[in-house]
């Protein structure tokens, strides 16, 4: 360290005081990456931007946690592998999770991966594939130790001890948990362990095509958003790891950069989407911009009111109240709005009665968010809160190990559905989901590599010059609607049509509406035709993303005829084991959705009724 | 404002800047405000003693307060940026933590020094006089006006942030220098570098950067047309006089704008003598010019 | 649960309604490719409750599609939207817009400071990241042997780092760093605050390596007590306390030969010896008899002025016996205390 300190400040002093260059960052942080001469072919450039081609073993898309841990894993077992991000590292979604991951420790009382496994069958209203299950319950706990050993700043109990709290349906306390910024300190845990084991990390590179050759992965093509420039990145062996869809809603907790790129690109790979019907909401979101107002609120004893002030969750759940399921409480909500029992579309969360003191020392966070973003102060009157989209179940259909259909194409995390969380997701489960599917992800694709040396498969030039004209053609055009206003459209549409409750009939309507919006989506209005951080360029290539994960989700939410988990219509209010106990595939059929089915894996739990 | 203060002016204007210590207490007698002496206290640590033994800066501050509680003084009144900072930082840590403020207290006990119940304030001359009724006293004494002298207030980093333990106004928009600047009838000067740092911590361990820092507001204030700079520290003040002809060296121009401190510039406009101002005890002494401005008579101070 | 059969349940009554206000925005813009620098003035009708970044978003949705500017959470948590509003760094994201228009006043949106503009909001943050970098940002425990379970950590040891844990590395702190102006070498607030939270971790082994690294040039004693990193950070991580306690740990390794360190020394002395500072000696201490003697012309300005005291009748408060027993008493106490919480090996503890 003390020659990469004094590397750095030569260099800061030969460059007169300005700022060190670019590449004397690397040499100072001692990473030195096989990056762009690692593997060039000449390419005729006929456009006006600059055309790149690299070459790694592994690419992970994204660098949230499940991406980061993939990588990690990956460079573990010796192989080349870069992550290609939209965003910083840091910047990640996942750093916004605030509540906690799951393992069964056993550190708080008796615990048991057993238990987990069950408690997350359940929850998942049974459509879960219990395989995978039990392989997630079974190796949460080593990868909690792995990440204590990594330097995650935990809570810890007086004994020095990981402490653990207790969860929604979970039969013991199991959640580990960073005061209520646990997502945050995983993010940044990964961030450093990235740094230490010198991964290459493509930083706000934009993907906009995973490359399939001759049935095998090739790689992908991605845009430099700082620099400009397309990349052919080859790789036989490409990770998805882009997070989740929050974004197609108008109300709901996801950050800005949650428009499903991940899915799409598997979609258009010819990777089907699977139960993308089931989106979870909730209940306690701002209504301003949708942010998070956490479940801890309630566990320290927040009441949930109605225009005249009573507790209405006495109706659904008399005995937990403000405690039950999310499901449960999102509907019970949604109820008393849609019925005219709001305030200005909102229910209230009083925390009033909980007293300065409890509010300051036990959630503080919260308190600052209801100030910032409601206006309001908690400790003198209620928060206007409401059910938003919050977590997509489904995404791209894949295995154990996070392989798709495609070989060399796998994913992991919120973008992927392997499927652990089934109907409906328990808090706590899909910061554990990141880290364990990650990690396999990234060690299966590095073992295929070690195995399989060179598949051949390429981006041929060709292609990559195709995907440049298509860009361009995005960038030139000046005519429609601005993306930020046909985006704004799809998200009302989503929330007011394929929201909470669903019906036959909005669904039809919305489905119609998808459609046409996809049709008017094709021409958009872009201001920007530079090539320097033109996110007007960015956030078309993110409308046709949200666009085409909302048509599978609205398409398969109208064919499933029952209520499971989070997909509750008002016309098929009763689970229906006999005919949909079984998983939706979305292929994409000429860019149209066509629907599919297969059956879930059951291995222990005969599903039950799902009552709390 | 009260009318009785125990007074900490500080090392540096008990030491090489006592025309502060001079000019303070010449115009807290014409505001009618007793200045109680701390006789036993010690330095505040200026945030040296903070930083290299934490536990003992606490202990220190704890004294100082401690000391002023016993003399029956609600408020330690303060001359300096550094001192505010340091003791009012050591205030609220012991006032948010009884269990910090008793270990603390048992220490001070075991050495016979005095212990500290908590209830003291910290406040700066330039709170105390830039507002309520601080501000109508001083308006009352200021007889002279000094018209046509152009000031450009420079307010020094430890009085205006963290403003959660300083908090007196605005930390990126202070006004209350301006203020006294126009009750004394004269024309503040605005310039960017006004709520920037001096560079005065580090002008000895890490000069040129230091250096770099102090250029900005010398160089903008004379831009700006400024005839002198005020303010309210004694550190900034030996930064921008003292060290003047290095910053100028440094950034290869010759500043000669004289700077004055807070209680100087309301002793001048309250028609104190120069005998108690003590221009010349300035590196960068008083132009003519500047001189008649101030209405302080020419025979003090000759060379320009 | 209730039955519900009515289908106007699938929407919500209200969903959109929200109070409006007009805003106006001076926008600085930076085009890259002509490399030309502009103020824009955009008005837009936003929620009440609309933050800065959702009146950027306006402007881009309805107005000018070309203002480019980093984004995501929108929760002030991912660190993305670092921007100056009215001179000084914030998220835009945590800075509402209402009290502005309350005010009647047009505030003025620009890049942070202390980094390279690429275009018009958007900084180049890769001389924060190295920098980052530069203070070996992860736990190195040094130890072949990893419990098989969890590091045992006192809960008050993991207290100690929990402020510089909150850091999201947004560059806020640095933007307007008094000292990065001045030396953009320095290793500024938000790299300190990062290396601080490995110092005090207890099952880091790296101290003291960690500490003497940060004694160099563009370290910790850089750092010119501005106290705007504490300012401007949204998270409360306040970095200057970080750099604080990092000086700190470098007195209990022993690392005192900085001149910064020096200093801090004379200041430590002169208030058990006398009470308030030896001014006289602080030179001489700092910066070494050597260079003292360089500097006997500034010296020598400083005389003239009445401004060198007496050397030899340094000041003497009353009293001042207490303070030296005081010294002596914390001094004591301190030795007997280990230098840091440190984790243990849960086999070591219960041998499970």
Same mark, same amino acid.
């Given at each position: 360290m003390r020659?990469?300190y004094?590397?750095?400040?030569?260099?800061?002093?030969?460059?007169?005081?300005?700022?060190?260059?670019?590449?004397?960052?690397?040499?100072?942080?001692?990473?030195?990456?096989?990056?762009?001469?690692?593997?060039?072919?000449?390419?005729?450039?006929?456009?006006?931007?600059?055309?790149?081609?690299?070459?790694?073993?592994?690419?992970?898309?994204?660098?949230?946690?499940?991406?980061?841990?993939?990588?990690?894993?990956?460079?573990?077992?010796?192989?080349?592998?870069?992550?290609?991000?939209?965003?910083?590292?840091?910047?990640?979604?996942?750093?916004?999770? $605030?509540?906690?991951?799951?393992?069964?420790?056993?550190?708080?009382?008796?615990?048991?991966?057993?238990?987990?496994?069950?408690?997350?069958?359940?929850?998942?209203?049974?459509? =879960?594939?219990?395989?995978?299950?039990?392989?997630?319950?079974?190796?949460?706990?080593?990868?909690?130790y792995?990440l204590e050993h990594m330097g995650a700043v935990f809570t810890r109990s007086a004994d020095g001890k990981l402490a653990?709290?207790?969860?929604?349906?979970?039969?013991?306390?199991?959640?580990?948990?960073s005061a %209520? *910024?646990? =997502?945050?300190v995983?993010?940044h845990v990964?961030?450093e362990?990235?740094?230490k084991?010198?991964?290459?990390?493509?930083?706000?590179?934009?993907?906009?095509?995973?490359?399939?050759?001759? =049935?095998?992965?090739?790689?992908?093509?991605?845009?430099?958003?700082?620099?400009?420039?397309?990349?052919? *990145?080859?790789?036989?062996?490409?990770?998805?790891?882009?997070?989740?869809?929050?974004?197609?809603?108008?109300?709901?907790?996801?950050?800005?950069?949650?428009?499903?790129?991940?899915?799409?690109?598997?979609?258009?790979?010819?990777?089907?989407? #699977?139960?993308?019907?089931?989106?979870?909401?909730?209940?306690?979101?701002?209504?301003?911009?949708?942010?998070?107002?956490?479940?801890?609120?309630?566990?320290?004893? =927040?009441?949930?009111?109605?225009?005249?002030?009573?507790?209405?969750?006495?109706?659904?759940?008399?005995?937990?109240?403000?405690?039950?399921?999310?499901?449960?409480?999102?509907?019970?909500?949604?109820?008393?709005?849609?019925?005219?029992?709001?305030?200005?579309?909102?229910?209230?969360?009083?925390?009033?009665?909980?007293?300065?003191?409890?509010?300051?020392?036990?959630?503080?966070?919260?308190?600052?968010?209801?100030?910032?973003?409601?206006?309001?102060?908690? *400790?003198?009157?209620? *928060?206007?809160?409401?059910?938003?989209?919050?977590?997509?179940?489904?995404?791209? %259909?894949?295995?154990?190990?996070?392989?798709?259909?495609?070989?060399?194409?796998?994913?992991?995390?919120?973008?992927?559905?392997?499927?652990?969380?089934?109907?409906?997701?328990?808090?706590?489960?899909?910061?554990?989901?990141?880290?364990?599917?990650?990690?396999?992800?990234?060690?299966?694709?590095?073992?295929?590599? #070690?195995?399989?040396?060179?598949?051949?498969?390429?981006?041929?030039?060709?292609?990559?010059?195709?995907? /440049?004209?298509?860009?361009?053609?995005?960038?030139?055009?000046?005519?429609?609607?601005?993306?930020?206003?046909?985006? $704004?459209?799809?998200?009302?549409?989503?929330? %007011?049509?394929?929201?909470?409750?669903?019906?036959?009939?909005?669904?039809?309507?919305?489905?119609?509406?998808?459609?046409?919006?996809?049709?008017?989506?094709?021409?958009?209005?872009?201001?920007?035709?530079?090539?320097?951080?033109?996110? /007007?360029?960015?956030?078309?290539? $993110?409308?046709?993303?949200?666009?085409?994960?909302?048509?599978?989700?609205?398409?398969?939410?109208?064919?499933?005829?029952?209520?499971?988990?989070?997909?509750?219509?008002?016309?098929?209010?009763?689970?229906?084991?006999?005919?949909?106990?079984?998983?939706?595939?979305?292929?994409?059929?000429?860019?149209?959705?066509?629907?599919?089915?297969?059956?879930?894996?059951?291995?222990?739990?005969?599903?039950?009724?799902?009552?709390? | 404002?009260?009318?009785?203060?125990?007074?900490?002016?500080?090392?540096?204007?008990?030491?090489?800047?006592?025309?502060?210590?001079?000019?303070?207490?010449?115009?807290?007698?014409?505001?009618?405000?007793?200045?109680?002496?701390?006789?036993?206290?010690?330095?505040?640590g200026?945030g040296d003693i903070h930083e290299a033994k934490p536990d003992y800066y606490l202990h220190?501050?704890?004294?100082?307060?401690?000391?002023?509680?016993?003399?029956?003084?609600?408020?330690?009144?303060?001359?300096?940026?550094?001192?505010?900072?340091?003791?009012?930082q050591a205030?609220?840590a012991?006032?948010?933590d009884?269990d910090v403020?008793?270990r603390v207290?048992?220490n001070?006990?075991?050495?016979?020094?005095?212990?500290?119940?908590?209830?003291?304030?910290?406040?700066?001359?330039?709170?105390?006089?830039?507002?309520?009724?601080?501000?109508?006293?001083?308006?009352?004494?200021?007889?002279?006006?000094?018209?046509?002298?152009?000031?450009?207030?420079?307010?020094?980093?430890?009085?205006?942030?963290?403003?959660?333990?300083?908090?007196?106004?605005?930390?990126?928009?202070?006004?209350?220098?301006?203020?006294?600047?126009?009750?004394?009838?004269?024309?503040?000067?605005?310039?960017?570098?006004?709520?920037?740092?001096?560079?005065?911590?580090?002008?000895?361990?890490?000069?040129?950067?230091?250096?770099?820092?102090?250029?900005?507001?010398?160089?903008?204030?004379?831009?700006?047309?400024?005839?002198?700079?005020?303010?309210?520290?004694?550190?900034?003040?030996?930064?921008?006089?003292?060290?003047?002809?290095?910053?100028?060296?440094?950034?290869?121009?010759?500043?000669?704008?004289?700077?004055?401190?807070?209680?100087?510039?309301?002793?001048?406009?309250?028609?104190?003598?120069?005998?108690?101002?003590?221009?010349?005890?300035?590196?960068?002494?008083?132009?003519?010019?500047?001189?008649?401005?101030?209405?302080?008579?020419?025979?003090?101070?000759?060379?320009? | 649960?209730?039955?519900?059969?009515?289908?106007?349940?699938?929407?919500?009554?209200?969903?959109?309604?929200?109070?409006?206000?007009?805003?106006?925005?001076?926008?600085?813009?930076?085009?890259?490719?002509?490399?030309?620098?502009?103020?824009?003035?955009?008005?837009?009708?936003?929620?009440?409750?609309?933050?800065?970044?959702?009146?950027?978003?306006?402007?881009?949705?309805?107005?000018?599609?070309?203002?480019?500017?980093?984004?995501?959470?929108?929760?002030?948590?991912?660190?993305?939207?670092?921007?100056?509003?009215?001179?000084?760094?914030?998220?835009?994201?945590?800075?509402?817009?209402?009290?502005?228009?309350?005010?009647?006043?047009?505030?003025?949106?620009?890049?942070?400071?202390?980094?390279?503009?690429?275009?018009?909001?958007?900084?180049?943050?890769?001389?924060?990241?190295?920098?980052i970098?530069a203070v070996k940002p992860y736990l190195d425990t040094r130890d072949a042997d990893v419990p098989?379970k969890e590091w045992r950590v006192d809960p008050a040891a993991g207290d100690q780092i929990h402020k510089e844990s909150l850091c999201?590395?947004?560059?806020?702190?640095?933007?307007?760093?008094?000292?990065?102006?001045?030396?953009?070498?320095?290793l500024?607030p938000a790299a300190l605050a990062k290396a601080y939270r490995f110092v005090g971790d207890a099952r880091d082994k790296d101290t003291r390596e960690r500490l003497r690294d940060l004694n160099g040039?563009?370290g910790i004693w850089?750092c010119?007590?501005?106290?705007?990193?504490?300012?401007?950070?949204?998270?409360?991580v306040d970095p200057r306390d970080a750099i604080a306690k990092l000086g700190a740990e470098s007195f209990k390794e022993g690392f005192t030969r900085d001149?910064g360190a020096k200093?801090a020394k004379?200041?430590v002395?002169?208030?058990?010896?006398?009470?308030?500072?030896?001014?006289?000696?602080?030179?001489?201490?700092?910066?070494?008899?050597?260079?003292?003697?360089?500097?006997?012309?500034?010296?020598?300005?400083?005389?003239?002025?009445?401004?060198?005291?007496?050397?030899?009748?340094?000041?003497?408060?009353?009293?001042?016996?207490?303070?030296?027993?005081l010294w002596k008493l914390l001094e004591k106490e301190a030795k007997g205390q280990p230098r840091r919480a440190t984790a243990t090996h849960p086999d070591a503890v219960l041998?499970?």
């Open positions: 020659l990469r004094i590397a750095f400040r030569r260099e800061g002093m030969n460059n007169g005081g300005k700022f060190p260059h670019r590449d004397a960052c690397h040499v100072l942080a001692g990473i030195r990456h096989r990056t762009y001469s690692a593997y060039t072919r000449g390419i005729a450039v006929h456009c006006f931007r600059r055309l790149f081609m690299i070459r790694h073993d592994v690419i992970v898309l994204g660098a949230g946690l499940a991406g980061m841990r993939a990588a990690i894993e990956a460079k573990r077992a010796g192989v080349d592998v870069a992550i290609v991000s939209k965003l910083h590292p840091t910047r990640s979604h996942s750093g916004a999770a $605030e509540g906690g991951i799951n393992a069964a420790l056993g550190n708080a009382t008796e615990d048991s991966p057993a238990t987990h496994a069950f408690d997350t069958v359940k929850g998942s209203d049974y459509l =879960g594939d219990q395989d995978a299950i039990e392989v997630f319950a079974e190796e949460a706990p080593n990868d909690i792995e653990q709290r207790p969860f929604g349906a979970a039969g013991a306390p199991r959640t580990i948990y %209520d *910024i646990t =997502g945050h995983l993010i990964l961030y362990q990235l740094i084991h010198e991964i290459k990390v493509y930083e706000e590179f934009f993907a906009t095509q995973v490359v399939v050759d001759g =049935g095998q992965c090739a790689g992908v093509i991605a845009w430099d958003t700082q620099r400009g420039g397309l990349h052919a *990145i080859q790789a036989n062996h490409v990770i998805l790891a882009t997070g989740g869809v929050g974004r197609m809603y108008y109300g709901t907790t996801n950050a800005f950069a949650c428009t499903g790129d991940g899915m799409s690109l598997a979609w258009n790979a010819g990777v089907p989407l #699977k139960d993308m019907e089931f989106l979870q909401f909730h209940p306690t979101t701002l209504k301003s911009n949708g942010v998070l107002i956490t479940e801890g609120c309630r566990g320290e004893g =927040g009441y949930l009111r109605n225009k005249d002030g009573d507790r209405f969750m006495v109706g659904d759940a008399p005995n937990a109240m403000e405690l039950a399921s999310r499901d449960v409480v999102s509907r019970a909500e949604w109820k008393e709005i849609a019925d005219g029992r709001g305030v200005d579309g909102c229910v209230m969360l009083d925390l009033t009665h909980l007293g300065w003191k409890k509010l300051q020392s036990r959630l503080p966070g919260s308190r600052e968010l209801a100030m910032d973003y409601a206006g309001v102060d908690p *400790i003198e009157q209620p *928060i206007p809160v409401r059910p938003g989209a919050h977590y997509m179940m489904g995404g791209v %259909d894949c295995d154990v190990w996070g392989e798709t259909i495609v070989p060399g194409l796998w994913a992991a995390g919120e973008v992927a559905c392997v499927s652990i969380h089934g109907a409906n997701r328990l808090g706590g489960n899909s910061l554990m989901e990141t880290v364990v599917f990650g990690r396999r992800a990234g060690q299966a694709a590095a073992e295929r590599v #070690k195995e399989q040396g060179d598949t051949g498969a390429r981006i041929e030039a060709s292609v990559l010059a195709d995907e /440049d004209r298509r860009i361009a053609a995005i960038v030139g055009n000046s005519e429609g609607e601005r993306p930020g206003v046909l985006r $704004e459209e799809l998200a009302k549409t989503m929330y %007011d049509k394929a929201g909470v409750y669903r019906t036959e009939e909005a669904l039809a309507e919305c489905k119609d509406k998808v459609v046409e919006l996809r049709e008017r989506a094709k021409t958009l209005k872009i201001d920007d035709h530079g090539s320097i951080f033109n996110t /007007d360029l960015t956030s078309a290539i $993110e409308l046709n993303s949200l666009l085409e994960c909302a048509d599978c989700l609205v398409t398969s939410a109208l064919a499933r005829k029952e209520s499971r988990g989070a997909h509750s219509r008002l016309d098929f209010t009763e689970r229906d084991d006999d005919h949909w106990l079984k998983h939706t595939l979305n292929w994409n059929d000429n860019g149209e959705v066509r629907l599919d089915y297969k059956p879930v894996t059951i291995t222990k739990h005969q599903p039950l009724a799902r009552s709390y | 404002m009260q009318d009785r203060y125990a007074y900490y002016p500080g090392c540096l204007a008990s030491l090489s800047q006592k025309e502060l210590d001079s000019s303070t207490r010449a115009i807290a007698k014409k505001l009618e405000i007793e200045l109680v002496e701390m006789p036993s206290v010690t330095c505040c200026a220190i501050s704890a004294r100082i307060l401690g000391q002023a509680e016993q003399m029956g003084c609600e408020t330690i009144l303060t001359i300096c940026n550094v001192c505010t900072l340091n003791l009012r205030n609220k012991l006032q948010e009884k403020l008793n207290n048992d001070l006990k075991q050495v016979g020094a005095a212990t500290y119940q908590g209830g003291v304030d910290v406040r700066h001359l330039l709170w105390e006089v830039s507002a309520g009724e601080g501000y109508d006293r001083f308006k009352s004494i200021a007889v002279k006006s000094l018209e046509g002298l152009k000031v450009a207030p420079f307010y020094g980093c430890q009085i205006l942030r963290p403003a959660k333990i300083l908090g007196f106004e605005d930390s990126d928009r202070p006004e209350s220098l301006e203020r006294l600047i126009k009750a004394c009838g004269a024309e503040p000067i605005d310039y960017p570098a006004k709520v920037k740092c001096c560079g005065f911590p580090i002008v000895l361990a890490r000069e040129d950067v230091a250096l770099g820092e102090l250029v900005q507001p010398l160089q903008q204030a004379t831009e700006a047309g400024a005839d002198v700079i005020v303010t309210p520290c004694p550190l900034c003040h030996l930064s921008l006089d003292a060290w003047q002809r290095k910053a100028g060296a440094f950034s290869g121009n010759d500043y000669q704008i004289p700077i004055l401190h807070l209680a100087q510039l309301l002793g001048a406009a309250a028609g104190i003598e120069e005998s108690e101002l003590k221009f010349k005890r300035h590196v960068t002494r008083l132009s003519t010019e500047v001189k008649a401005k101030l209405q302080v008579p020419s025979v003090v101070g000759t060379q320009a | 649960m209730t039955e519900i059969k009515n289908a106007h349940f699938t929407t919500l009554k209200g969903a959109y309604d929200t109070e409006k206000m007009e805003a106006t925005l001076r926008v600085r813009r930076y085009d890259p490719e002509t490399k030309k620098s502009r103020f824009d003035n955009f008005t837009v009708t936003i929620p009440v409750t609309a933050s800065v970044l959702d009146a950027l978003d306006a402007i881009k949705d309805t107005h000018d599609g070309t203002l480019s500017y980093r984004k995501s959470c929108r929760m002030a948590v991912c660190g993305s939207c670092g921007m100056r509003v009215d001179g000084g760094a914030a998220l835009a994201c945590k800075t509402p817009m209402k009290k502005f228009v309350d005010a009647g006043h047009t505030i003025t949106v620009s890049p942070m400071g202390n980094l390279p503009v690429i275009k018009d909001l958007v900084v180049d943050m890769a001389p924060f990241w190295q920098k970098r098989e999201i590395l947004c560059g806020c702190c640095v933007s307007e760093c008094n000292s990065m102006e001045s030396d953009p070498d320095f500024g040039a563009h850089d010119t007590r501005c106290y705007f990193c504490n300012q401007r950070c949204p998270k409360h001149e200093h004379v200041f002395d002169s208030t058990f010896k006398g009470g308030y500072l030896r001014e006289t000696e602080l030179v001489p201490k700092t910066i070494g008899p050597v260079n003292a003697i360089k500097d006997i012309p500034f010296a020598l300005q400083l005389a003239r002025a009445g401004k060198v005291p007496n050397p030899l009748s340094p000041h003497k408060a009353k009293d001042n016996d207490e303070v030296k027993r041998g499970d």
